[in-house]
C-alpha cells in the first residue's frame, strides 16, 4: 500500500513553501498518479529504513567493541569479558547522555573527529611506506575486476565483509540537520575519504607482512609510543560514530511517524536552532537494550561483523494563511484544516487559538444570523470529537491474520501513544466516537 498523500494543493500558495523539485514534470507526474510506483518506492524506503534502525544497533556495539578490544593487546591478563562489561558501561553512559542533545556536548566532536583522521591518516600512510608502497594500486578499479574475475563467487561473499569499511556512511543524511550540503561534501571529499584510504591501505600493508596478527591489526600497526594516545581517540571516535547512527535512528523514526508508517512515540526535540536534533526516549532505550544484548552476545566485533521521508517545506505558516475552511451541509457545519509549519507551536486549548477560528469563519459568514450562531458556540465553550477506528478480521480468513488484527494490532493499538496527547488536548474535553472495521 502506498503512503497516503499527506500533500495539499493549497501547500503551493504559503509563502514559505518550496517550490523547488528536482524530479521532471513528466517523472513527478508518473509517480503521483501511478499507485504500483508509489508501492514499489514505498517498500524500498521501509526496507532502506529497516536497514538503517538495523544499523543503529549494530553499529555503537561494534565500534565500541572494535575500539575497546585493542587493550587486549597489551596485557594477557585483560580478558574479553573485562571488556564487554567496559563496553557496556560506555555504552549505557552514552544513551543516558540521548536525552541532553547532541548541543551539549556537539562542541566536543570536531576536535575529537580532526585528530582521530590526522592520526589514522599519518599511521596509515607510516604503515605504507615501511611495509609495502604498491598497496596504494588498489585505488584504481581495474584491480577489483580482476578480484571478481579470479574468484567468482567466492570474491562476493569475501566482499560482503569489506562493505562493513563504509557502514554507517548512510547516516550523513542526518548531518543534513546539522549543516548544509556542500559543507558535508567538501568534508567527506577534502578530509574523510583521503585519510580512510590512507588508514585502510596503511592496515593492509602491515597485514601484507604480518599475516599472524589479523585479529589485532589496527593497534598492532600502531607505533608503540602512540599505543595509548590512540586508544584514547579511538574509544571517544567510537563513541561520536556511534551518535552518528543514534541520531540518525530518531530522524529516521520520526520521519517515519509523519509519513504514519511507525506508531507513535515521544518526539522531543532537543535543540531550539536545529530543527533535525530530535530525541525518543522509547527509541533511545530500545536502541540501548538491543545494543546491550548484541554486545553480551557475540562478545567480540568480528563475530558482530558476521551477523552483520517526508521532505518538510514548510517551516512557519503566518497566522492569516492558518486556517482553511469549506461549507458542509447541513447548515452550521464547517470543514476546517489548520495548518502547521515545522517551527509552529500547536495549542488548541489556548482562548486565541479558538477566537482565531471564530474569526476566520466570520469572514466567510454569509448572513448575521450566521455570525450570531458562532458567537453562540463560542459562549458554550468547545468540545473535541476524535474518530478511533477499529478493525475487526472476519471469521473466514485464516488463524494468522485474526491474530495479527485482532490480538497483535489490538496490543499496539491500546499501548502506542493515542492522538490525543500528540494534539495536546485534555481528556476531559474531548469525545471519541468509534468506527468498526471488519476486514
Known sequence: MPVPVTRLASDANLKFHSKKSRLQPRMLKFLEGSPIAQ???????????????????LTPSISVLSAVQGIQSRSSSIKQGHVVLLCVIILVILFLFQQYGTSKVGFTFSPIMLVWFALIASIGLYNIIKYYPPVLKAISPHYIYLFFTRNKRAGWEQFGTVVLCITGAEA?????????????????????????????????????KNPSKLSTTFYSSVPEPLFWPMFIVATLAAIVASQALIS????????????????????KHTSKKYEGRVYSP?????????????????????????????HLPVTPVLPEE???????????????????????????EDDEYVLSIIASLKEIAQSDDETMMMDSALANGRTFV??????????????????????????????????????????????????????
Open 322 to 348: 492558518r486556517f482553511l475552511f469549506d461549507r458542509l451541509e447541513p447548515f452550521g457545519v464547517y470543514r476546517c484544516i489548520v495548518q502547521y509549519g515545522y517551527m509552529d507551536t500547536q495549542n488548541m
Open 39 to 57: 508501492a514499489v518506492i514505498t517498500y524500498l524506503v521501509l526496507v532502506g529504513t529497516c536497514m538503517v534502525m538495523g544499523d543503529g544497533a
Open 386 to 439: 476524535l474518530g478511533r477506528v477499529i478493525l475487526k478480521m472476519s471469521s473466514k480468513q485464516n488463524c494468522f491474520k485474526c491474530f495479527v488484527i485482532n490480538n497483535l494490532y489490538r496490543f499496539l493499538q491500546k499501548n502506542f501513544r493515542s492522538n490525543i496527547s500528540s494534539l495536546k488536548i485534555a481528556p476531559s474535553k474531548t469525545l471519541q466516537i468509534g468506527m468498526q472495521y471488519e476486514i
Open 172 to 208: 550523513m543524511f542526518a548531518d543534513l540537520g546539522h549543516f548544509n550540503k556542500k559543507s558535508i561534501q567538501m568534508a567527506y571529499s577534502c578530509l574523510v575519504y583521503p585519510a580512510l584510504i590512507l588508514a585502510y591501505a596503511g592496515q593492509a600493508a602491515f597485514f601484507i
Open 248 to 267: 540518525a535512528s530518531f530522524s529516521i523514526i520520526k520521519q517515519s511517524i509523519a509519513l504514519g508508517c511507525f506508531p507513535r512515540v515521544t518526539m
Open 282 to 310: 522509547e527509541i533511545n532505550y530500545f536502541l540501548m537494550i538491543a545494543c546491550i544484548l548484541i554486545t553480551v552476545g557475540f562478545k567480540g566485533g568480528p563475530e558482530i561483523g558476521q551477523a552483520y521521508v517526508r
